[in-house]
């Protein structure tokens, strides 16, 4: 007989669901930090440990592409020696593709023009097609050494 009212009960805690859960949260943490990328910045450092040699006062040149949605593409140049930044249109072909022909020979002569120009960055209006941009990044990719997309 039970006098003083006190009744044990005993509580069977079932683990299985909660590390069911912390394997599936675990999973998806993984992954997805898999998708996130960090921006690279090259700081020039050579293999030796020598200071890269520095060019005093003038910025180093750079050149930028905008695909824009009517397929026209803006080269931009702009550093070193020039006073202002030089642009230049390549227009697009009557079926609003890029005239991928004359970018090509438009680079050429920038590439020969200013030596210097070692790069590329290369940016697109949202509402251009992705095998557009990858297109234009293939040729300009055969001519510069670097080609960086940027938003």
Same mark, same amino acid.
């Given at each position: 007989?039970?006098?003083?009212?006190?009744?044990?009960?005993?509580?069977?805690? *079932?683990?299985?669901? #909660?590390?069911?859960?912390?394997?599936?949260? #675990?999973? =998806?943490?993984?992954?997805?930090?898999?998708?996130?990328?960090?921006?690279? &910045?090259?700081?020039?450092?050579?293999?030796?440990?020598?200071?890269?040699?520095?060019?005093?006062?003038?910025?180093?040149?750079?050149?930028?592409?905008?695909? %824009?949605?009517?397929?026209?593409?803006? #080269?931009?140049?702009?550093?070193?020696?020039?006073?202002?930044? #030089?642009?230049?249109?390549? %227009?697009?072909?009557? *079926?609003?593709?890029? *005239?991928?022909?004359?970018?090509?020979?438009?680079?050429?002569?920038?590439?020969?023009?200013?030596?210097?120009?070692?790069?590329?960055?290369?940016?697109?209006?949202?509402?251009?097609?992705?095998?557009?941009? &990858?297109?234009?990044?293939? %040729?300009?990719?055969?001519?510069?050494? %670097? &080609? =960086?997309?940027?938003?």
């Amino acid at each position: 007989m039970n006098v003083g009212g006190s009744s044990s009960q005993e509580v069977d805690l *079932n683990l299985a669901p #909660i590390i069911d859960c912390f394997t599936v949260l #675990i999973t =998806y943490l993984l992954v997805t930090a898999s998708f996130l990328t960090l921006a690279a &910045v090259d700081v020039n450092v050579s293999e030796t440990g020598a200071a890269p040699a520095v060019t005093a006062g003038q910025p180093p040149m750079s050149m930028m592409l905008e695909i %824009k949605a009517g397929g026209d593409i803006t #080269i931009a140049v702009q550093g070193g020696t020039l006073t202002h930044e #030089i642009d230049i249109n390549v %227009k697009a072909l009557q *079926n609003s593709s890029e *005239n991928i022909e004359e970018l090509e020979s438009r680079l050429r002569e920038l590439q020969s023009k200013w030596p210097a120009i070692q790069d590329a960055s290369v940016t697109a209006d949202p509402t251009v097609i992705y095998k557009n941009i &990858v297109e234009t990044i293939h %040729k300009v990719q055969s001519i510069m050494p %670097k &080609v =960086y997309i940027s938003s």
